[in-house]
């Protein structure tokens, strides 16, 4: 007789994602600084891990510009700049552009109030101009990145999100406020329509309003326009 399969299991995670995962939660939360150096042996006590996954954690992270490197010299958690800030919020719009296209029509109710959920706590963080709005809008435009089932798009928007949250927050407080419940709302609106065309306006509406902003500050020479 055929023998029996198992049930199919939860999928677990490699120990070296396990550790990219604390790694960049600790850079993003700042209990990693910029500039500080990451060495091995103090990592290996703090994380309770074998330098392998480590290493291999922290060449993904200098992958995406949260680590920087130089042999038999450093180690250490990148310095912010406005020109990363810059090239990857452009790049991160297109990702969530595409997201939204195809995610819309696949979401079930079930999304849709996920979504909306997720929509109120960044108008909430909006209204209250508080720097956790980084992390719950990247929380929130995931849902399309995740059903826009496509597995490519979803590996390279979450390492560009990866990399624009940590870039963006040293400068929260130039956060266009103003602009974003506008964005949340059409896009929840959108959700529950499943109307993947206004979705798509949306993002391309925001779009141009990000690019207006940029190009004040690049205009400001990489400051920050009236700063």
Do not use: C
Request: charged letters at 25%; aromatic letters at 8%; proline letters at 4%.
């Amino acid at each position: 007789m055929p023998v029996p399969t198992a049930a199919e299991a939860t999928p677990r995670k490699l120990l070296r994602d396990v550790v990219f995962d604390q790694l960049l939660t600790a850079i993003q939360d700042g209990t990693l600084e910029p500039g500080e150096r990451l060495n091995d042996e103090e990592l290996e006590k703090w994380l309770g891990v074998s330098r392998t996954p480590i290493r291999e954690a922290i060449s993904k992270l200098a992958d995406i510009g949260l680590v920087e490197t130089a042999p038999q010299r450093y180690t250490r958690v990148a310095k912010p700049t406005i020109e990363q800030y810059i090239e990857g919020l452009r790049l991160l719009y297109g990702f969530h552009e595409l997201s939204a296209r195809w995610a819309i029509p696949n979401l079930t109710d079930a999304d849709v109030e996920h979504f909306r959920k997720l929509g109120d706590q960044v108008l909430a963080d909006a209204e209250a101009k508080s720097k956790d709005i980084i992390l719950s809008a990247s929380r929130f435009i995931d849902v399309l990145v995740e059903r826009s089932e496509n597995s490519l798009l979803q590996q390279l928007a979450r390492q560009v999100d990866a990399r624009v949250t940590y870039m963006s927050l040293p400068r929260v407080g130039y956060f266009q406020w103003d602009i974003f419940a506008g964005y949340v709302t059409g896009l929840v609106a959108a959700a529950e329509a499943r109307d993947a065309d206004a979705a798509e306006r949306v993002m391309r509406a925001q779009a141009v309003k990000i690019e207006e902003f940029l190009a004040a500050v690049e205009q400001a020479g990489g400051g920050f326009p009236g700063v």
